[in-house]
């Protein structure tokens, strides 16, 4: 589920060790505490420790970041480990995202651009309608964190083609290595813990540009977003109980609060798909436009909102965010523990051999 064919060997996880002295950027402290984490789960397993007392910060931090990875097996955080020192150094040779002020750096199919006080992350993946693949996971989360930090007012996200996004990629269900189901469902339910959280704790206004028909995760995910602006073409698709999974991105919590618990249930439970008005008039939609005039309407709007002073729009988006937070990461905590135990459910997986094998399409 969601990881690389191959299992990391004690070589990889010694070169991605190496890599690391080598990185040309500073990672930052947060991905340094996760890189932290995931060696010393590769090296001693579960966090064995006693917790440090509060005052002792920077303990506690190394501490809480290990003790967060549960029981996450050597092999699993290995991978984990060697998939994200992967990222960085893609990034950090200029393969990947985070993008100077007016400079575009892109990644194989997460493309980065920032101008006019706006940063814009575009799923760059058109042959297969935007669906994620795991370097685009790790690509968003990288250029989120770079996009949170940069001089940009606002965040966008939209999608290259006719669609959004159509989800996860299933054919990375294909890569679990054959008697280790259960590993790559660990591994991926910390791959979504994380992402999850970087839309929960993102710090500026995220806007999604939703510019054609959006799937799964990516329709979960807009009730973490400030605003949502859709083309009248899209549609809200979130079919987990035909795909034998369960709810993501914290919507088991934000859609029922947003829409009411039953119409939650009707496209949460049962997958019921909607029209670009319809998710309007639950809530998850801001604003529908004519899909003829969407991207020059939308753009303008956005250019005007990146205008005003980029401090103010910060501090309004943290108040109006920061009640829910610790709610969200409990919520999305809870999520990616029920995936990960779908992920290796026989209904999980007949939905998935199906899909793969053409006998299935939503
Ligand atoms: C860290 C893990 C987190 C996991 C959490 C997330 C849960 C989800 O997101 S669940 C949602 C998963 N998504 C789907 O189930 C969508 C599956 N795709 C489809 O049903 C159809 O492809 C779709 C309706 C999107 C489009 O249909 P068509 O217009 O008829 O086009 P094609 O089917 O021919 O698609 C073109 C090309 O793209 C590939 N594709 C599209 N979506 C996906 C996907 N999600 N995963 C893998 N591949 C996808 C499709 O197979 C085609 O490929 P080729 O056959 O190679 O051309």
Redesign the pocket.
């Known amino acids: ?2 990881g690389p064919a191959m299992r990391a060997s004690q070589e990889d996880f010694a070169n991605a060790m190496s890599q690391v002295k080598l990185l040309k950027k500073d990672p930052g402290n947060e991905v340094k505490l996760k890189l932290y984490a995931l060696y010393k789960q590769a090296t001693e397993g579960p966090c064995n420790v006693p917790k440090p007392g509060v005052l002792d910060f920077v303990v506690k931090a190394k501490w809480d970041a290990w003790n967060a990875l549960g029981g996450l097996s050597k092999e699993a955080a290995r991978r984990s480990y060697v998939d994200l020192v992967s990222s960085l150094s893609a990034s950090s040779s200029g393969r990947a995202t985070p993008a100077a002020d007016g400079k575009r750096a892109d990644s194989d199919h997460v493309l980065v651009t920032s101008e006019d006080g706006i940063t814009a992350i575009t799923l760059n993946r058109p ?6 693949n ?1 370097q685009m ?1 790790h690509d968003i989360m990288l250029a989120l964190k770079a996009a949170g930090k940069d001089s940009s007012t606002i965040t966008v996200l939209t999608g290259s083609g ?2 959004y996004c ?7 269900f294909k890569d679990v290595p054959s008697g280790r189901p259960e590993e790559s469902a660990q591994r ?2 910390v ?2 813990r994380d ?1 999850v959280d970087c839309f929960i704790d993102f710090p500026k206004p995220l806007i999604a540009v939703v510019n054609g ?1 959006a ?6 995910l807009l009730g973490l977003f400030d605003a949502v602006y859709a083309t009248d073409r899209a549609t809200f ?4 109980s ?2 034998g ?1 369960s709810p ?2 914290c919507s088991s919590y934000v859609f029922p609060k947003m829409m009411g618990p039953s119409k939650a249930a009707e496209m949460l439970i049962f997958g019921k798909k909607l029209t670009a008005q319809e998710a309007f008039a639950q809530g998850l939609v801001t604003e529908v436009f004519p899909d003829s005039t969407f991207q020059k309407e939308v753009w303008a709007r956005l250019k005007a909102y990146a205008k005003l002073p980029p401090n103010s729009v910060r501090i309004s988006k943290q108040l109006l965010r920061s009640q829910e937070k610790e709610r969200l990461h409990a919520v999305n905590a809870e999520e990616s523990r029920a ?1 990960q135990e779908r992920w290796v459910s026989a209904e999980c997986h007949d939905a998935i051999a199906a ?2 094998s ?1 006998k ?3």
Do not use: C, M, W
């Open positions: 589920v969601g042959t297969k309608k935007n669906a994620l795991t996971y006719d669609y159509s989800g996860n990629d299933l054919s990375n991926s339910a791959l979504l992402f028909p799937i799964g995760i990516s329709v979960t698709h979130t079919p987990f035909h795909l999974q993501e991105g995936l899909f793969l053409r299935a399409k939503l």
